[in-house]
């Protein structure tokens, strides 16, 4: 569970980091 826990933790934190890359935001 742990496992899961972090790796999804670390998508939404990738994801967020992208959004933040995004040109006009």
Do not use: D, K, S, V
Not at 3 to 16: Q, S
């Amino acid at each position: 569970m742990e496992g899961r826990f972090w790796a999804h933790r670390e998508c939404t934190l990738l994801t967020a980091r992208g959004l933040l890359a995004l040109p006009g935001h």
